[in-house]
């Protein structure tokens, strides 16, 4: 069964860095495109970056775009989030999920919280 446990998230004020990792129980992990989603309060679940297989393609939400950088390593079946120039409105919980539905069974998720 598809397990991921996310880790990483904390409070930091405005301007702030966060890295934040994925680790995945998916047999043959390094096939699959992954993405990193987030759930802010009063919105929908949105996908902010998503990554290859192989890390050929690396796609960014705009909101997150020349801030965030998505990684990975297969070998360890860990995806990972860079996070820079925080905002108060990247607050949220974050996710790890494959980039597209249907999804995994979504894991716990880590808090982020970014204050002004």
């Known amino acids: 069964q598809v397990h991921f446990v996310e880790s990483g998230g904390g409070s930091v004020q405005a301007g702030g860095s966060l890295t934040l990792s994925c680790t995945a129980s998916i047999p043959s992990f390094g096939i699959y495109a992954m993405g990193w989603h987030r759930q802010r309060p009063g919105h929908e679940r949105e996908l902010v970056a998503q990554i290859t297989a192989l890390s050929g393609t690396i796609v960014y939400a705009d909101s997150v775009k020349g801030r965030f950088t998505i990684s990975r390593d297969n070998a360890k079946s860990t995806m990972y989030l860079q996070m820079n120039h925080l905002k108060p409105e990247d607050t949220g919980v974050y996710f790890c999920?494959?980039?597209?539905?249907?999804?995994?069974?979504w894991g716990q998720g880590t808090q982020v919280t970014v204050s002004s």
């Open positions: 999920n494959r980039n597209w539905d249907p999804f995994w069974n």
